[in-house]
Nanobody, 114 residues
Framework: VQLQASGGGLVQAGGSLRLSCVASRSIFSNGNMGWYRQVPGKQRELVARIIGGGTTDYADFVKGRFTISRDNAKNTVYLQTNSVGPEDTAVYYC?????????WGQGTLVTVSS
């Protein structure tokens, strides 16, 4: 397994969760990392990404609420989700993009109750 996501679960609206994604070193180091999410019947959408030296980029619908970070010593990328709402319910997938290849984790389900 090259990418292993975890941290999803059931959370009340207004609450927080921290998602984690551990990657194998070969695809983590110097790779661009990020998170997508997908709701059944809809396209997968980019949530946040962290590029190269640490530049971050967020979808408008999570700006100010979610924070992406990476721990290079642990080959791990995190997504801190705050002030979640029912619209954030989705399967969250981490990815790595390196040398023209995109790698995907298996997804972790986040369910927000109202």
């Amino acid at each position: 397994v090259q990418l292993q996501a975890s941290g999803g679960g059931l959370v009340q609206a207004g609450g927080s969760l921290r998602l984690s994604c551990v990657a194998s070193r070969s695809i983590f180091s110097n790779g661009n990392m990020g998170w997508y999410r997908q709701v059944p019947g809809k396209q997968r959408e980019l949530v946040a990404r962290i590029i190269g030296g640490g530049t971050t980029d967020y979808a408008d619908f999570v700006k100010g609420r979610f924070t992406i970070s990476r721990d290079n010593a642990k080959n791990t990328v995190y997504l801190q989700t705050n002030s979640v709402g029912p619209e954030d319910t989705a399967v969250y997938y981490c990815y790595s993009f390196k040398r023209g290849t995109q790698y995907w984790g298996q997804g972790t389900l986040v369910t927000v109750s109202s």
